[in-house]
């Protein structure tokens, strides 16, 4: 069975950070790109980043860029969002996401974990 599952998230501070990882199984880690997105109440799906497995080459969203950073330890199956200097409109729900079998970044996502709420107090 083919897994996303998302841990990290919390509530924090504005200016503090957090690191989100996103646990995958069920299927052959190399093979995809994984990426992060997010929703917040009231506004659209926000794509963030993505990283293609298979040469560690990554993907930004323009207004992403600064302060997030995505990594992945192949070993454990595993991807990372590292977010730093954290604001108020950060709050959101954040996926981890797959994109199609042996597809680079960026790339559309069809399978997503269930999310871990960010909330970034003021």
């Not at 963030?48 to 997030?68: H, L, V």
């Not at 981890?96 to 909330?119: E, I, K, L, M």
Request: glycine share 10%; charged share 15%.
């Amino acid at each position: 069975e083919v897994q996303l599952v998302e841990s990290g998230g919390g509530l924090v501070q504005v200016g503090g950070s957090l690191r989100l990882s996103c646990a995958a199984s069920g299927f052959t880690f190399d093979d995809y790109a994984i990426g992060w997105f997010r929703r917040a109440p009231g506004k659209e799906h926000e794509d963030i980043s993505c990283i293609s497995i298979s040469d560690g080459s990554t993907y930004y969203t323009d207004s992403m860029k600064a302060r997030f950073t995505i990594s992945s330890d192949n070993a454990k199956n595993t991807v990372y969002l590292q977010m730093n200097s954290l604001k108020p409109e950060d709050t959101a729900v954040y996926y981890c996401a797959r994109g199609p079998y042996n597809t680079s970044c960026p790339t559309p996502y069809g399978f997503w974990g269930q999310g871990t709420q960010v909330t970034v107090s003021s």
